[in-house]
């Protein structure tokens, strides 16, 4: 049962405990954002020619969310393998498929194109195509910015609203 004994036995809210079980991956995740936009701007010498704060602010807000995913699925979950497997399958297939890495979201129809509204993905990918290639800010950015705004809390909230203290 691993860390959930932890949850069940300790006095901590399940927004603490969820919040402390992101942070660590939280970190790590932007740690490796910095890392990989030095090596854009220093190996590929690959200009930012936006907001660097805005593409910052919009990769902390992606790292949330994803992580945010994670947990959803890790709730379901019984073992940290199964949770692992599902949130890599649930998450990589619709940021590939649907986020327009592949095919813009604007060309997607049907239940692909709601996957590519919703996704977290597809807006980080909007703003990092904006900010290094498009020039734009936080003016131009502020619809995915706020998506993704959004899309935490309203993740967090389903983590805790699902999380239960006691096992049934």
């Given at each position: 049962?691993?860390?959930?004994?932890?949850?069940y036995v300790t006095p901590v809210t399940a927004l603490e405990f969820l919040l402390g079980?992101?942070?660590?991956?939280?970190?790590?995740?932007?740690?490796?954002?910095?890392l990989?936009?030095?090596?854009?701007?220093?190996?590929?010498?690959?200009?930012?020619?936006?907001?660097?704060?805005?593409?910052?602010?919009?990769?902390?807000?992606?790292?949330?969310?994803?992580?945010?995913i994670g947990l959803l699925f890790s709730i379901f979950m019984r073992s940290q393998?199964?949770?692992?497997?599902?949130?890599?399958?649930?998450?990589?297939?619709?940021?590939?498929q649907f986020s327009?890495?592949?095919?813009?979201?604007?060309?997607?129809?049907?239940a692909g194109a709601v996957i590519g509204r919703v996704f977290p993905t597809s807006h980080f990918v909007t703003?990092?195509?904006?900010?290094?290639?498009?020039g734009?800010?936080?003016?131009d950015l502020q619809p995915e910015l706020l998506s993704l705004a959004v899309t935490f809390p309203l993740l967090l909230a389903a983590c805790v609203m699902l999380l239960k203290k006691q096992e049934q």
């Open positions: 049962m691993g860390s959930i004994i932890n949850f079980k992101q942070a660590p991956y939280v970190a790590l995740a932007m740690l490796n954002y910095a990989l936009v030095v090596l854009s701007l220093s190996t590929f010498r690959v200009p930012i020619t936006g907001d660097i704060v805005a593409m910052t602010l919009g990769a902390l807000l992606y790292v949330l969310s994803s992580t945010a393998i199964a949770a692992l497997f599902a949130t890599a399958i649930g998450t990589i297939l619709p940021a590939v327009g890495l592949i095919n813009p979201v604007s060309s997607l129809e049907g703003i990092c195509r904006g900010v290094f290639s498009k734009l800010g936080f003016p």
